[in-house]
């Protein structure tokens, strides 16, 4: 006797059709491994992405870090993850953002010792959440945390020719020298005039500094480096604070991150999320399966006993597991 467990990751929420609110929950943590017994609270972000915190983080700021997730994965708003071959990556790694109250303690430390997967790129700590300051510089770091996590456990995996982070390995790499004025492997002790990126973080490898280009690139054609006070306090490490700047100074990487086979989130986050209710209740009609792949994104045929992946038309993505 077959049976079917069907479960949809990228499932519709009951939300209002206002765009003023954050339309998720805070709920219990789910997970009573060591690695994640200083977090109390939690929130599922489409399925594919969990925010896990401490109780001393507000639900406000928690849901913040959620919101923002939300928009960068599903960019237009529709209630669907905007590319199901990320979707399908980030649940595989079961990616995650971590949030601590500070650096250092006994949450952090816990976790720090016993996490052994790879869906974590970033942490967020509780004094760089503003929710009034979406990913203002200085003020909110939370697109930033969250852009990385998605570009590094996603985007350089599901993507490698455009995105590996190795040397002469990709399309960003190949970037990322012409913006910093040569291949450096690690940080020189000048860099040429002609360089815009001039990251000088020591402790930054070659890896780093790849996916804190990335970061710089998109968040530069998102608008919200764009006013004076954020230029002037990023200019010893980054020139082309707007996507006008972008365009002129680093042609290579704005062709790229444009590119609209990588479906990158390119429209500013505010940290509200709340589908309408009619994109919502258009995720499950017409749907026509595209491919099955399973859990490192190779493409399959149907299979018992194994969690598959099924990708449809409409941007959706089913994760079944038929067992017999």
Not at 18 to 26: A, E, L, P
Not at 140 to 165: K, L, Q, R, W
Not at 284 to 305: A, F, H, Y
Request: net charge negative; charged share 15%; with cysteine.
């Amino acid at each position: 006797m077959k049976k079917l467990l069907l479960l949809l990751v990228a499932f519709p929420l009951l939300i209002s059709a206002q765009q003023n609110t954050v339309c998720f929950t805070v709920d219990p943590n789910p997970n009573s491994t060591t690695a994640f017994s200083g977090f109390t609270k939690y929130v599922d972000v489409l399925g594919c992405f969990s925010i896990y915190a401490e109780s001393t983080i507000t639900d406000a700021k928690v849901l913040h870090a959620a919101a923002v997730a939300a928009e960068l994965l599903d960019n237009n708003e529709d209630g669907i993850v905007d590319d199901p071959l990320i979707e399908v990556q980030l649940i595989s790694e079961s990616a995650l953002m971590p949030i601590f109250f500070q650096d250092g303690n006994a949450a952090m430390n816990t976790f720090a010792n016993n996490y052994n997967g790879n869906g974590v790129s970033a942490v967020l700590y509780n004094g760089e959440i503003d929710p009034t300051q979406t990913g203002h510089w200085g003020d909110d770091a939370t697109v930033e945390e969250v852009i990385h996590t998605i570009n590094h456990v996603g985007h350089t995996n599901v993507y490698p020719a455009a995105f590996s982070m190795q040397a002469n390995s990709s399309l960003m790499s190949s970037a990322m020298d012409v913006a910093r004025g040569g291949q450096f492997m690690s940080v020189p002790n000048n860099y040429p005039a002609s360089a815009w990126y001039h990251y000088d973080d020591q402790t930054c490898d070659y890896e780093c500094m790849m996916i804190e280009y990335m970061y710089w690139a998109i968040v530069s054609y998102m608008g919200i480096l764009n006013d004076p006070q954020t230029a002037q306090g990023i200019s010893d490490e980054w020139e082309p604070y707007n996507a006008t700047l972008l365009q002129s100074m680093d042609i290579l990487m704005y062709n790229l991150i444009t590119g609209p086979q990588y479906k990158l989130p390119l429209l500013a986050p505010d940290g509200n999320y709340c589908p309408t209710t009619s994109s919502v209740s258009e995720m499950n009609t017409d749907k026509k399966l595209l491919k099955i792949v399973d859990v490192l994104g190779r493409e399959s045929l149907p299979q018992n006993n194994t969690p598959l992946f099924h990708i449809y038309e409409n941007g959706t993505v089913e994760k079944r597991i038929i067992l017999e």
